[in-house]
């Protein structure tokens, strides 16, 4: 009687622990975006290439000074924010870091993705953006197309 109660125990926190930690898998693969900067505007900042983090929460007032990434008809863009407006909804100035001029258009809040909460260094991005490149992947096929013509080479020749 006993281990049928500890087991059913054991189960129930188990299932707790599994409804958990998927529900904080959840948030955070809804909470946080990942994006590649792909110019120079915001250099030194975020160099080209990076791959930065975005917090996505709703419902954040973003102040000058934050790095934001938006939408701006079909593309992204990071920038940080020099001057909040408010005209009945939020809008922000926002310029590259690199750039002489603000932008010319106030970013309304809605366009906001999120903030910039992490970026990745200049090795950690040359490291992940040859995991991602054509010649990793083409290295790859030979190596493992070759290590495993050898080993059942091997095995041929000893069996």
Request: net charge positive; aromatic share 14%; hydrophobic share 45%.
């Amino acid at each position: 009687m006993r281990n049928k109660i500890f087991l059913l125990l054991l189960l129930c926190l188990w299932l707790c622990l599994l409804f958990w930690g998927a529900t904080a898998l959840y948030n955070l693969f809804t909470q946080y975006r990942l994006f590649t900067v792909i110019s120079g505007s915001m250099e030194p900042a975020l160099h080209t290439g990076c791959i930065i983090v975005v917090d996505a929460r709703p419902d954040t007032i973003y102040t000058p000074g934050d790095i934001i990434t938006f939408r701006e008809e079909k593309e992204f863009i990071t920038h940080r924010i020099t001057d909040l407006y408010y005209d009945g909804h939020f809008y922000y100035r926002t310029q590259g870091d690199a750039n002489e001029r603000p932008d010319q258009n106030l970013v309304p809040h809605q366009a906001v993705v999120g903030r910039v909460v992490f970026a990745t260094g200049t090795i950690l991005t040359l490291c992940i953006n040859f995991l991602r490149s054509r010649l990793f992947f083409l290295t790859f096929i030979i190596f493992t197309t070759t290590g495993l013509g050898i080993r059942f080479r091997r095995k041929k020749t000893s069996g």
